[in-house]
């Protein structure tokens, strides 16, 4: 959703900078030429043709008498003969003294001087524009008192350069194109996303279905720690969350933390669910839920960290833990992070041999480790966790679930981190 609105906004970006960067072109195109040329000639009717630009013709098409007067229709082509299309044409026409324009068609008619002897003829809208060897023919209804014939006219319009044109049409024709291939870009982008978060999705529900199957034959194993594995994850990735790592990282962390446990399903219940004291051969086999969950998850390699989370998270600080003893840093991170919030979750909840301690015990007990069970850094993490009330929130979340054990399992919803939202 977040890329949806990124990619849209940048598109939006685009499509303004693509407006503008074309307004600019078009504007310093026209700057740069002379981008109409005036054209002004006086025209003979007779057909000859004095320019190489525009010629044109005339033709009496209705002469009858009314009155003293002739009564008068004349026709006018306007031929253009050039390269360029002309515009905003004027013609202006000599009329005997006395004479009258009565209507006119194509154009409209006006009186140029005081002496009423000269009009102006005015295209109508449509024929402003006369392209490259096309013409335009209009007529005028004139009353004259003496026999006449007109023998010349004078034109005036714009002719647009040609180069002008040229230089526009390319100059758009490399902008378009450029946008063709951004917006073709754009729908591919789109569609990958679609398809990858398609992909991501039923990733994240084979995951969950695979989890929420261990998950469930841990919980079944030892009743006493039902909702452990959904709390230490929770735990787990709030720690991460503060210690500022990746979404994807939280994510992992979120999974190792719920699948850490994963060994105790090799434990017989016997010996897990014992509440008195264990012999030295119970202990090793508790003990090896390390190992049988680090062989367990071995094949779950595409989820980083989750094997060595189950095989380390009982290592501790001081290297006196299990099962291979390792000491600071050299226990990978998720694993001490799991370990200080499994140690946390033990230590809140009510085990088959113990109470739960009070809040104060508990930040002392985790406070006493430090440095030696846990790694000091992590511990200021879980005691402001304890603190500020955010252990309190994820018990809360999680009761519900303790109820209805039997349905205990995880969602999409659960999930921290990159997949939220989609
Ligand atoms: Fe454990």
Redesign the pocket.
């Known amino acids: 959703m977040k890329t949806d609105k990124s990619i849209n906004f940048f598109l939006m970006f685009i499509a303004i900078l693509m407006m503008l960067t074309t307004a600019y072109y078009v504007n310093r195109i026209a700057l740069r030429n002379n981008v109409s040329l005036k054209v002004d000639e006086a025209l003979s009717l007779t057909g000859a043709r004095l320019t190489d630009k525009v010629y044109a013709t005339v033709e009496k098409t209705k002469s009858n008498k009314v009155g003293k007067n002739e009564r008068e229709e004349f026709e006018f082509n306007i031929i253009n003969i050039g390269d360029n299309a002309l515009n905003n044409w004027n013609v202006y026409l000599t009329i005997p003294k006395g004479a009258k324009i009565e209507s006119s068609w194509n154009v409209e008619y006006s009186y140029y001087n005081d002496e009423r002897d000269m009009v102006v003829l005015t295209p109508d809208y449509y024929y402003l524009s006369i392209n490259p060897m096309e013409y335009v023919d209009f007529g005028v209804f004139m009353s004259t008192p003496v026999q006449y014939f007109p023998t010349e006219i004078r034109f005036v319009g714009y002719q647009l350069l040609g180069t002008y044109y040229t230089q526009i049409n390319r100059t758009l024709g490399i902008i378009y194109l450029f946008w063709l291939i951004a917006f073709i870009g754009f729908l591919v982008t789109k569609f990958n996303l679609r398809s990858y978060r398609e992909k991501q999705k039923n990733d994240v529900k084979l995951i969950l279905q695979s989890m929420n199957t261990f998950i469930s034959f841990i919980d079944a194993k030892d009743p006493y720690t039902r909702g452990h594995s959904k709390r230490v994850a929770m735990y787990a990735a709030e720690i991460a969350k503060r210690m500022q790592l990746s979404e994807d990282e939280i994510q992992n962390i979120y999974y190792a933390g719920l699948l ?2 994963a ?2 399903i090799s434990v017989p219940d016997a010996v897990l669910n014992k509440p008195g004291k264990l012999s030295d051969e119970e202990r090793a086999l508790i003990q090896n ?2 190992v049988a ?1 680090g062989k367990m998850l071995k094949q779950m390699s595409s989820i980083r960290g989750i094997r060595e989370t ?1 095989l380390y ?2 290592e501790r600080y001081d290297g006196n833990g299990y099962p291979e003893g390792l000491k600071g840093e050299s226990i990978p991170l998720y694993a001490r992070i799991v370990g200080v919030a ?1 140690s946390y979750d033990a230590m809140s909840s009510n085990r088959v041999y113990r109470r739960h301690l009070n809040k104060d015990d508990i930040i002392e007990e985790i406070q006493k480790g430090s440095g030696t069970q846990f790694d000091p850094d992590i511990v200021k993490y879980m005691v402001d966790m304890i603190n500020d009330g955010y252990v309190n929130v994820v018990k809360m979340e999680t009761a519900d679930n303790d109820e209805h054990s039997s349905d205990f399992h995880i969602t999409e919803s659960d999930v921290p981190g990159v997949y939220m939202g989609y």
Do not use: P, R, S, Y
Request: hydrophobic fraction near 10%; avoid cysteine; aromatic fraction near 0%.
């Open positions: 850490h446990d060994g105790k839920h390390t969950g189950a998270h009982h499994d």
